[in-house]
């Protein structure tokens, strides 16, 4: 997947929802939700589907009826059957041939774009800031995910690659402020089953972040950018030990965002909540707070 140069704007300060990981929950509803909000881009953590490449093609065909930009990033269950799924998809563009069918009409542009691998910026009451999407698919730990497909579409053979790519977006991105993109967190947030990034389904634990990741962030403050946030999910909050996770964390000056409400649709006891993170980006900082919106109140 080729670097994207795209830009976000905004007149005053930036506002982006964060809608973690769906596994099929994503529907008419949460279009008519999100048209009738002020967010200026949606950023997708990954997980479209149900486990099939026949729910993953749905789910991304509802995603691509948005009416406002959106950045998807493929997380590992779109994978799950490469040779299948690759079939029906465009050469080296992941999702993107299903993301263009937002449009009935051919010529009109579809506001949805895959990451992965990419930069985007973001423009907004006169400061700037780089969005750097990480690795997609990826299921954490320490070794590259599906890796004839990484090296089949987007030329990546080792965990090593991965970093020296991310690496370079880094110093590409033209601003001094960035925001990691990713399916996976990174590597360093805690060894716990609860901490947000730990393994959950390993009696050992660990941190089953992504070293790649974590790597190209530690370049980014070496070279004195200031990583204002760092944005996934796959990790569920609720654990397979049925504790909860951090959904947000502090360190070093840099929010860390985990969006992966699974279920994000849930019946509460007087309605039905439909989950993301709003993210809040002005130049007097970063702010987040989770969002629960009622489908009938």
């Not at 040779?83 to 080296?92: G, I, K, R, S």
């Not at 969005?131 to 990546?156: C, K």
Request: hydrophobic share 35%.
């Amino acid at each position: 997947m080729s670097s994207s140069k795209r830009v976000y704007s905004s007149p005053g300060p930036f506002r982006l929802a964060v809608v973690g990981d769906l596994h099929t929950h994503w529907d008419q509803v949460d279009l008519q939700q999100f048209a009738g909000t002020d967010y200026h881009l949606l950023f997708f953590t990954g997980d479209l589907g149900g486990g099939t490449p026949e729910s993953t093609l749905r789910v991304a065909r509802g995603i691509g009826q948005l009416d406002k930009p959106a950045l998807v990033m493929p997380g590992n269950n779109d994978t799950w059957d490469i040779n299948e799924l690759a079939a029906e998809l465009a050469h080296q563009n992941g999702l993107n041939q299903l993301l263009s069918i937002a449009s009935a009409r051919e010529e009109q542009f579809s506001p949805v774009e895959l990451c992965g691998y990419s930069v985007h910026y973001i423009e907004a009451g006169g400061y700037r800031v780089a969005l750097i999407a990480g690795r997609p698919h990826s299921m954490g730990g320490p070794e590259l995910s599906f890796p004839d497909y990484m090296a089949e579409t987007y030329a990546v053979e080792s965990l090593e690659h991965s970093t020296e790519r991310l690496v370079g977006l880094v110093e590409e991105a033209d601003a001094d402020q960035l925001i990691f993109l990713a399916h996976n967190g990174p590597l360093g947030l805690g060894e716990e089953p609860h901490d947000m990034w730990g393994c959950d389904f390993k009696e050992d634990g660990g941190d089953w972040g992504d070293p790649d990741l974590s790597a190209a962030i530690g370049h980014a403050r070496s070279t004195g950018r200031q990583v204002l946030a760092v944005i996934g999910g796959h990790m569920h909050l609720r654990t397979k030990h049925g504790t909860e996770r951090p959904w947000l964390a502090e360190q070093d000056g840099t929010l860390y965002i985990n969006a992966a409400r699974v279920p994000r649709i849930y019946s509460g006891s007087d309605d039905v909540y439909r989950h993301h993170v709003s993210v809040t980006i002005s130049d007097a900082g970063l702010a987040a707070e989770e969002i629960h919106l009622p489908q009938y109140g």
